[in-house]
């Protein structure tokens, strides 16, 4: 059963038109990958879903409850939380504050000890500032300040961006292991590799419309898809 459901949603950002007719779903514990060139609209979809920019047409809802017009906090409450593209950790603040305050803000969060199970790399930096840490830690703690909040549905936008090849790599085993927990995960990424490892099912969106949807094994097979939206070769997806 589909747990998010958007069904032709315009959005603009004042006069200009950004998303539209945008269809999509995710089902529970589903790992639903959002792929498209840069501007293609996918930040913008997340955002819509989370409330911060509201959408001219179209529905949106969630566990069958209307979000399309709610505030931001209450699609929090709700449980959707987003790991935004830059990453908003707390500079100041250490690795461990970092997840007690999301701990504490949150209604029925996980034990902040179990996030250093999942990212042995925080448990090395408990006392290290928000401010010194690496991209790709820095990456580790914006993704566990969402995990503590016990998510229902996990949205994460480009998690890999701008990382290094080799912390990429670190993070596709953390996130295997997150999406083994039964977590629903909706992603955006113009890495396709490190997507279609993670994901079963993808949507294709070019210039705010829908171009394609389907399974990952599809997409594969897919190389004019690759190609045309998305700029590479079967060949690099593998
Ligand atoms: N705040 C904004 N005001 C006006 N236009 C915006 C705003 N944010 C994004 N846009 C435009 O909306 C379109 C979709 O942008 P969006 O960031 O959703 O794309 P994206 O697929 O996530 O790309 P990227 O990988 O660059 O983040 C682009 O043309 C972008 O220039």
Avoid: C
């Avoid at 979809?45 to 959408?55: A, C, F, K, Q, W």
């Avoid at 890999?160 to 292991?177: N, S």
């Avoid at 999406?179 to 990424?189: A, G, H, I, K, S």
């Amino acid at each position: 059963m589909a747990i998010l459901e958007m069904e032709n949603v315009d959005v603009y950002y004042g006069n200009s038109h950004v998303l539209f007719d945008l269809s999509l779903d995710v089902e529970e514990n589903e790992v639903v990958v959002l792929l498209g060139r840069n501007g293609a609209g996918k930040t913008t979809t997340l955002r819509s879903i989370v409330g911060s920019v509201p959408r001219r047409e179209g529905r949106i809802t969630y566990r069958g409850t209307d979000i399309a017009d709610a505030a931001v906090d209450r699609i929090s409450g709700m449980g959707i939380k987003l790991v935004p593209e830059d990453r908003r950790i707390f500079p100041t603040l250490t690795v461990h504050e970092n997840l007690q305050v999301a701990a504490e803000t949150a209604g029925d969060p996980r034990p902040v000890e179990e996030m250093y199970e999942i990212f042995p790399t925080l448990d090395d930096l408990r006392d290290s500032l928000g401010r010194d840490l690496s991209g790709g830690e820095q990456q580790m703690l914006s993704v566990g300040r969402a995990l503590v909040q016990n998510p229902d549905l996990l949205l994460l936008d480009e998690p890999t961006e701008g990382l290094a090849p080799v912390i990429v790599e670190d993070l596709r085993r953390v996130f295997r292991e997150i999406v083994e927990e039964d977590v629903t995960v909706l992603l955006t990424e113009q890495n396709v590799q490190f997507a279609l490892d993670l994901a079963e099912r993808a949507y294709v969106i070019e210039k705010g419309s829908n171009v394609w949807e389907g399974s990952v094994p599809e997409l594969r097979e897919r190389d004019d898809l690759l190609e045309e939206y998305l700029s590479v070769s079967v060949a690099e997806s593998d």
